[in-house]
């Protein structure tokens, strides 16, 4: 795979020098990457637009006064959320029994029937769209990348879709049920959002405030560079996402975690004030989280390496390897290791993902149906949860490929 341009990089933006969550100047770095793509999940039509795509900086720093982590150089302007922006999971069966299972919960656990919901960050409308058909409730998402096409309810029924931001100018839609889905990790300055978040729930203490983020741990603890990439600007332990909202005037329920661990899922109500976390669980959960940074630091380049050297060794035998996923695991995973002819095509069972180009490395993106001519030897899988589906797909087609997951 030839690159035909050099890619564009922006002008950096200033560095952020205080904690987006608790205002603290007691900042750490603890990883960074260079020139690697603004976007993962915006659809690229052309090799050539792919491998030239924006690039800016992953500089990750640690707050060691709250524990919140951040890419102190990302810039806001340099993101792309639009029609383009091709971000569901959707057409997993995997992730669709998990996530109707999880708009079962929330019905169940909220006493969401005949209620109004409103979903932060909705994507292409899954989500609020089952919890209102399941639950006969009411709803408005808000997304700029929602496409009415893609919608699986018309905007005359129960789900009305904004294709904007949230922001304070929606602060009068009124809801029992505030639901905010792998978004948070998007929004570069957290406290602010939160209080805007909570000075639209008012004074009506029993709404229901609902957050799904990415658990910064296992990304830690796994050594997972795949799951840093440039979109996810901020990142979340179960303790500094309770004292988030804490601080910014919630009553936080309960913190759990979901989906192989990966997800960290948040309850919280209206409180009559913000309360910070008690100094002392502060200090220990910090500290915890302290070493888990430390320990990534120190291995997280060897990993890199480890698969740089499996990869080109594969090649070098003569031996295909495909990735199976072109989202932002894979973005990231192929531009940080620095992969180009090792890898020839990547796999996707999204058919809108299907034809399209990886953001800074411009490998081309397949149906699974390919692998039948392309008989690959081995396959990469950029989740773990999706492995037993995957070999199950590829066992249907008569492939008995080496797969190993990240």
Excluded at 126 to 138: A, H, K, P, Q
Excluded at 139 to 166: C, K
Aim: glycine share 8%; net charge negative; hydrophobic share 40%.
């Amino acid at each position: 795979m030839s690159v035909v341009s050099e890619p564009r990089v922006p002008e950096a933006a200033p560095q952020t020098t205080d904690c987006p969550s608790c205002g603290s100047h007691a900042l750490k770095a603890f990883y960074s990457v260079d020139s690697v793509p603004v976007n993962s999940c915006v659809l690229m039509r052309t090799a050539e637009e792919a491998l030239t795509y924006p690039r800016g900086r992953v500089d990750m720093v640690f707050c060691e006064d709250c524990g919140f982590i951040f890419n102190r150089a990302f810039d806001l302007q340099l993101i792309e959320y639009s029609e383009r922006y091709e971000e569901t999971q959707g057409f997993s069966p995997t992730f669709n029994r998990f996530h109707e299972a999880l708009a079962k919960q929330v019905i169940e656990r909220y006493g969401l029937n005949s209620k109004k919901v409103v979903e932060i960050g909705c994507g292409k409308g899954e989500f609020i769209t089952m919890v209102c058909e399941l639950g006969e409730n009411e709803g408005v998402g808000f997304d700029p990348s929602y496409v009415p096409d893609r919608s699986r309810a018309a905007p005359s029924e129960r789900v009305r879709f904004v294709t904007d931001f949230y922001s304070e100018r929606y602060a009068g839609e009124d809801a029992d049920f505030v639901c905010c889905k792998m978004t948070l990790e998007h929004i570069p300055r957290v406290e602010a959002f939160m209080r805007t978040v909570r000075r639209a729930a008012g004074g009506r203490p029993d709404t229901v405030v609902f957050f799904q983020v990415p658990e910064i741990g296992i990304i830690l603890r796994q050594r997972g560079f795949w799951d840093i990439y440039y979109e996810h600007c901020s990142y979340f332990s179960p303790e500094s996402l309770a004292d988030l909202f804490q601080r910014t005037g919630f009553e936080v329920r309960d913190v759990w975690t979901g989906y192989g661990d990966q997800y960290l899922m948040i309850e919280a109500v209206p409180a009559p004030a913000a309360q910070a976390m008690e100094t002392a669980g502060r200090a220990d959960f910090v500290a915890t989280l302290a070493a888990e940074v430390d320990s990534f630091a120190g291995a997280v380049e060897s990993i890199i390496d480890g698969w740089r050297k499996k990869l080109r060794g594969a090649a070098m035998r003569g031996e295909r390897s495909v990735l199976w996923g072109s989202g932002s695991k894979a973005v990231s995973f192929l531009t940080t290791v620095g992969i180009t002819t090792e890898v020839e095509i990547v796999v996707d069972i999204n058919p809108h993902r299907q034809g399209m180009y990886m953001p800074g490395t411009g490998h081309r993106i397949v149906r699974p149906e390919a692998l039948r001519d392309y008989r690959p030897d081995n396959v990469i899988v950029m989740n773990p949860v999706y492995e037993r589906e995957i070999a199950e797909q590829l066992h249907g087609m008569g492939l008995k490929p080496r797969i190993e997951s990240l």
